[in-house]
């Protein structure tokens, strides 16, 4: 079965400190990985989509790795408005499949 | 641009009462889905519209659960009769064709008491 996992579930940090987050996939034949922010009581953001191995994307302190089996979004020098919940989630290429989301990692960055 | 539209923002009704949802998607896409968000998990696809014609909904609970999206604009989620299994989130979210990147709404909390 088709299986996003992300870790850690919960991250505290302080600020400045970086860190990864990791998306483990295990689909047959990826058409896109994409990561989300989610704020409290809001709905997910679009932050970045990656396609093919080796491809990274870069957004202020924000940066998307993916390889065969996984994805890291690391985050460098992180600041408080960093904190919220972030999502990965995969499509692939059988048939009509709907995007699959992870549980997301819940990120605190304390001043 | 203006993002995807979702109204009412919170809900509190008793199971067995009857919900419904809108939803405003972002102007000219084609593809709209709905999702529920239960509290801690990601959000799970209920219903993909191409226009107004359904792509997918095998995750959508049909002996309680329906949604129609007319004149593939505007679309509503209608929930008949509720159960305490449906309080969760619901998201709206469009895209200008499957597979692009998705816009969502900022969701409807349901609380089924």
């Known amino acids: 079965e088709d299986q996003v996992t992300q870790s850690p579930e919960a991250l505290r940090l302080q600020e400045g400190e970086s860190s990864s987050l990791n998306c483990s996939y295990t689909?047959?034949?990826?058409?896109?990985l994409f990561w989300y922010r989610q704020d409290p009581g809001k709905g997910p953001e679009f932050l970045f989509t990656?396609?093919?191995a080796g491809e990274e994307k870069e957004k202020e302190r924000l940066k998307a790795t993916l390889t065969k089996k996984e994805s890291f979004l690391h985050i460098t020098a992180p600041k408080p408005e960093d904190s919220a919940t972030y999502l990965c989630?995969?499509?692939?290429?059988?048939?009509?499949?709907?995007?699959?989301f992870g549980k997301g990692t819940r990120l605190s960055v304390i001043a | 641009e203006a993002g995807v539209a979702q109204s009412p923002r919170y809900k509190i009704i008793e199971k067995r009462q009857s919900v419904a949802f809108w939803c405003n998607p972002i102007s000219g896409h084609a593809t709209l889905y709905w999702y529920q968000q239960i509290l801690g998990q990601g959000p799970k696809l209920l219903i993909q519209f191409q226009n107004n014609g359904v792509v997918d909904d095998s995750q959508l609970p049909k002996d309680r659960f329906s949604a129609e999206r007319l004149k593939g604009v505007d679309s509503t989620l209608k929930i008949q009769p509720a159960k305490l299994e449906d309080s969760a989130v619901y998201l709206c979210?469009?895209?200008?064709?499957?597979?692009?990147?998705?816009?969502f709404g900022a969701g409807t909390r349901l609380s089924v008491l």
């Open positions: 689909v047959s034949g990826l058409r896109g």
């Open positions: 989630a995969v499509y692939h290429f059988s048939g009509n499949t709907p995007l699959v």
């Open positions: 990656l396609y093919s």
């Open positions: 979210a469009s895209s200008p064709q499957p597979w692009d990147i998705q816009y």
